[in-house]
């Protein structure tokens, strides 16, 4: 199991400097802004300026750092198919179980990573705040980002386990969240819902059974698919 992790890690080396990159850039660049701005002066009046830095960073940089685990999910079959080491894998000791519970490992330590680092980034300004409370108010939307966010991974975790080609399952996984969209609206249109009708919610909710139900099958086609 060491030898496979190891392994993941080299293969998603790249991905997760990007990855790095993308969680830290953001506090960076929001802090360079804050103290070098003429907006200091104005934030520090009205609230302490580390809670402003570490609400707005933590916000952009889980949107951000999505991307990558979208990049993570779309090479974790498709690229090993792709070059064919795929095949030789399955020819070795290690079950597909166990060459897939790699994986699943390296991508679930980036994904805790990222959601780790933020949230206590967002508890700490949330601590540390003693102004008004409009800095808290994007709260909320903290689920829609995890709901939408892992909706895309698991369209692109199952377009990986179908294809050769990681450009493809990353680019499945980017459009997934549009064609539910595009599903709902046409289905209101078609259908003449009232406008009661609570949009929201459903495409929500929607968004966590397909992302289930992707991931599951991705995973069944893995450890059922016939290599060339």
């Avoid at 300026?49 to 999910?73: E, Q, R, V």
């Avoid at 390296?106 to 508890?123: D, E, P, Q, R, S």
């Avoid at 046409?186 to 495409?203: A, H, N, Q």
């Amino acid at each position: 199991m060491r030898a496979l992790l190891w392994k993941d890690l080299r293969l998603f080396s790249y991905i997760l400097v990007l990855g790095a990159i993308l969680l830290v850039g953001p506090y960076v660049v929001v802090t360079f802004y804050v103290f070098s701005s003429d907006l200091f002066p104005l934030v520090s009046a009205e609230i302490n300026p580390w809670s402003a830095i570490l609400s707005i960073s933590s916000f952009f940089s889980l949107i951000l750092c999505h991307f990558p685990l979208l990049m993570l999910a779309a090479h974790s079959m498709a690229n090993e198919r792709a070059d064919r080491s795929l095949a030789f894998l399955f020819t070795l000791p290690p079950t597909r179980f166990r060459i897939l519970a790699s994986k699943v490992v390296v991508i679930g330590c980036f994904l805790a990573t990222i959601w780790c680092v933020n949230c206590l980034a967002i508890l700490i300004a949330t601590r540390i705040n003693h102004g008004p409370v409009f800095i808290t108010a994007g709260y909320p939307s903290l689920k829609v980002i995890a709901e939408i966010g892992f909706f895309c991974f698991g369209a692109s975790w199952l377009a990986s386990a179908y294809s050769a080609n990681p450009a493809h399952a990353l680019a499945f996984g980017l459009v997934a969240p549009l064609m539910l969209l595009a599903f709902f609206l046409m289905t209101m249109y078609w259908f003449r819902w009232p406008t009661p009708f609570s949009f929201g919610v459903w495409y929500e909710r929607s968004s966590i059974i397909l992302s289930q139900v992707c991931f599951v099958l991705g995973i069944i086609r893995f450890l059922n698919k016939v290599e060339p």
